[in-house]
Each structure stands twice: as structure tokens, then as C-alpha cells.
T-cell receptor, first 116, second 113 residues
């Protein structure tokens, strides 16, 4: 597609349930990123993919968080046993190059997660 | 540890004014710096990307400068319009952190008609 596409755009879930957030990057972009933006806070890096591998997943806040990417395209961020502190906007981004260092990063509209 | 600071946190100006947003970073070993805008309830829109070897980038009414050695960047907006109202974020990519961006807290800009 023309831009980074994320789904769902909004999700309300009960505490303890699992959620999956999907990201479809810009076609041809090999680098994919997940960030989190909590209310009143800045953007927090979660994980980075180069192709299907994740050379940097140091930002995942706990082992309840995991992510995968298949076919060098779509990525899924999974949060198990959700907690109220997981409520945030989850932003996906992509960039074109293999190393991702020198290129513009394009963000999606985000998935707004509310845990009740 | 890289820290990115944006001043002011909020700014309100009348339409037509020229304005400057500031971004400072503590670690000058960066690959590049990128400016974004975020509208309420929306994702981030990339405005300008400045590589570490560059001094400035321009796009329409926007001009971003980078002084890597002093750890500063400015975003200049000429002839501001109400449609420029948004939160402006700067982010740096450090040489030692590979792929990740470190973001500032943002400047919330309001342009009054």
C-alpha cells in the first residue's frame, strides 16, 4: 500500500486477555519497527526487524510481549495476559534500506490499545 | 545514554508568525536527526531528515538545521498557519544504538487564526 497500515486502529480488551496487533509496512521496506506511546509520555522503542529477523528486541518491556515478521512483510506484535499499564498507542514504522540507518522512517497511524 | 530535549514544551502563536522549535541531544555521535509532526489521535508524519554530514534541509515553509557538534537542531516554520497546529517531535539515531530512534517529548504548537 501507499503507507504503513496498522490494525486494529482501536482495541479495548479485558485485563488478562491476549491481543495481537498487525502492521503492514510500505511495500519494499525491509526494516520494520515497533514503538509504544503511553499517555503523556514519549515514544518508547520496542523492537526492530531487518527482513524476518529481529536484531534488536531489547525494548520489549517483559516476556509477555513478543513480535514476529513473516515473508519480510507483515509483522504481528502480541501481548499476552494484558495489564492495565499496557494501555498505549502502539506505532509501527518502516524504512527502505537494509541497515535502516540513513533513511526516512515512516509511521503508521497506530493501534490504540485500552486494557480495562 | 542519549537524552533528547525539546524546548518549549508548548507554544501558542498568532497566524502568520515565523517560529523556531528547538531540539537538543546529549550524545553528538548520531547518524541523523528526523523531525516529525503528530496530530491528535494520529500517527507520526515525517517532515525532514537531516544526515549527520548535513547542515540543513528545507521543505516548503519548513527549514531544519543541525549542529551536530553542539548537539542542537532547530525547526523553523515560516508564515505559520492554523493547519500547522500539532505536536512536533525530533528524534535522533545514535551511532551506538543502530536502528532505534530516541525521541524528544515534543513541542505542542498552536497557531491561532
Amino acid at each position: 500500500g501507499a503507507g504503513v497500515s496498522q490494525s486494529p486502529s482501536n482495541k479495548v480488551t479485558e485485563k488478562g486477555k491476549d491481543v495481537e496487533l498487525r502492521c503492514d509496512p510500505i511495500s519494499g521496506h525491509t526494516a520494520l519497527y515497533w514503538y509504544r506511546q503511553s499517555l503523556g509520555q514519549g515514544l518508547e522503542f520496542l523492537i526492530y526487524f531487518q527482513g524476518n529477523s529481529a536484531p534488536d528486541k531489547s525494548g520489549l518491556p517483559s516476556d509477555r510481549f513478543s513480535a514476529e515478521r513473516t515473508g519480510g512483510s507483515v509483522s504481528t506484535l502480541t501481548i499476552q495476559r494484558t495489564q492495565q499499564e499496557d494501555s498505549a498507542v502502539y506505532l509501527c514504522a518502516s524504512s527502505v534500506s537494509m541497515d535502516g540507518i540513513g533513511n526516512t522512517i515512516y509511521f503508521g497511524e497506530g493501534s490504540w490499545l485500552t486494557v480495562v | 545514554k542519549q537524552e533528547v530535549t525539546q524546548i518549549p514544551a508548548a507554544l501558542s502563536v498568532p497566524e502568520g508568525e515565523n517560529l523556531v522549535l528547538n531540539c537538543s541531544f546529549t550524545d553528538s555521535a548520531i547518524y541523523n536527526l528526523q523531525w516529525f509532526r503528530q496530530d491528535p489521535g494520529k500517527g507520526l508524519t515525517s517532515l525532514l531528515l537531516i544526515q549527520s554530514s548535513q547542515r540543513e534541509q528545507t521543505s516548503g515553509r519548513l527549514n531544519a538545521s543541525l549542529d551536530k557538534s553542539s548537539g542542537r537542531s532547530t525547526l523553523y516554520i515560516a508564515a505559520s498557519q492554523p493547519g500547522d497546529s500539532a505536536t512536533y517531535l525530533c528524534a535522533v539515531r545514535r551511532e551506538t544504538s543502530g536502528s532505534r530512534l530516541t525521541f524528544g517529548e515534543g513541542t505542542q504548537l498552536t497557531v491561532n487564526p
